[in-house]
Nanobody
């Protein structure tokens, strides 16, 4: 019943921008920390950015100053604005919702592919 659906991925040239969206259903996002992770083949899944219920954000060092995470709980949506993209940003980007009230409530989307190449 709970679904997180990502969109906005695609092919972009180095230096370009993409805006990812994650729309949740079956939960109310205002009760969750929302995060973006990414995973490339053969590599560990890594946290890219997170935003708490109150709007506090955390970023992986490699994306600081380039990526911005935001949330619109009225739309049950979290966004990731990605600027100045590099080939090293190529990965499947996954949306995560995690409740700090009940840590068993932890949900993942299927991911959206971001490919940065010239």
């Amino acid at each position: 019943q709970v679904q997180l659906v990502e969109s906005g991925g695609g092919l972009v040239q180095p230096g370009g921008s993409l805006r990812l969206s994650c729309v949740a259903s079956g939960i109310t996002t205002s009760w969750y920390t929302m995060s973006w992770y990414r995973q490339a083949p053969g590599k560990e899944r890594e946290l890219v950015a997170a935003i708490t219920r109150t709007g506090t954000t955390n970023y992986q060092d490699s994306v600081k100053g380039r990526f911005t995470i935001s949330r619109d709980d009225a739309k049950n949506t979290v966004y990731l604005q990605m600027n100045s993209l590099t080939p090293e940003d190529t990965a499947v980007y996954l949306c995560n919702a995690n409740s700090l009230i009940d840590r068993r409530r932890n949900y993942w989307g299927q991911g959206t592919q971001v490919t940065v190449s010239s």
